[in-house]
């Protein structure tokens, strides 16, 4: 048996299932982009439900920025 030092392993690959920074930051703006809208619709704002409808593509565009900054998934 060799020392801990000298045994070759291979590399754990670790499934992330896409919890990154990236999809995290993306998903919580359009979570929150979703209860403006909804709020908007509740109070008859449509102003207020247009900003809700404009977060959505805020968070989209957040979520792919992050992530070709290098914090999103990454290929295998």
Do not use: C, N, R, Y
Not at 1 to 9: E, F, G, H, I, K
Not at 10 to 38: K, N
Not at 41 to 62: K, Y
């Amino acid at each position: 048996m060799t020392p801990m030092s000298q045994q070759q392993t291979a590399p754990v690959q670790h499934e992330d299932h896409g919890s990154t920074p990236a999809a995290w930051t993306a998903v919580t703006i359009i979570m929150i982009a979703f209860l403006v809208g909804t709020l908007g619709i509740i109070l008859g704002s449509w102003p207020m439900f247009w900003v809700g409808v404009a977060l959505v593509a805020v968070g989209a565009i957040a979520g792919k920025v992050l992530s070709m900054m290098g914090m999103g998934k990454k290929a295998h």
